[in-house]
């Protein structure tokens, strides 16, 4: 059964860091393009950040230059490295890959909240 594994999350104060990390089992990462998905309390889940397999990078505008998502194949790992944090990170954060196959599936998420 292929399984994709978030932790890292936590309470943090506005201004911190935190490094999330992705790993799966039943699969190996490096056959897929990789997302970090986020839900709000409140909100439609969406896109926060996303990794090709040659190693493009994207991210939506709220994040870009306070997130980086990075990959390492060789330990079966993808992480999301999220600095500068504000109130409006807080959310459940989800890794899968970025494909119509997984559309539908999605993992326990990790909690990151933000706040002072």
């Known amino acids: 059964q292929v399984r994709f594994v978030e932790s890292g999350g936590d309470l943090v104060q506005p201004g911190g860091s935190l490094r999330l990390s992705c790993t799966a089992s039943?699969?190996?990462?490096?056959?897929?393009?990789m997302g970090w998905y986020r839900q709000a309390p409140g909100k439609q889940r969406e896109l926060a950040a996303y990794?090709?397999?040659?190693?493009?990078?994207y991210y939506i505008s709220s994040v870009m230059g306070r997130f980086t998502i990075s990959r390492d194949n060789a330990e079966n790992m993808v992480y999301l490295q999220m600095n500068r944090l504000i109130a409006d990170d807080t959310a459940l954060y989800y890794c899968?890959?970025?494909?119509?196959?997984?559309?539908?599936?999605w993992g326990q998420g990790t909690q990151v909240t933000v706040s002072s």
């Open positions: 990794i090709a397999r040659d190693g493009i990078t």
């Open positions: 899968k890959p970025n494909n119509n196959y997984y559309q539908h599936y």
């Open positions: 039943g699969t190996i990462i490096s056959i897929y393009d």
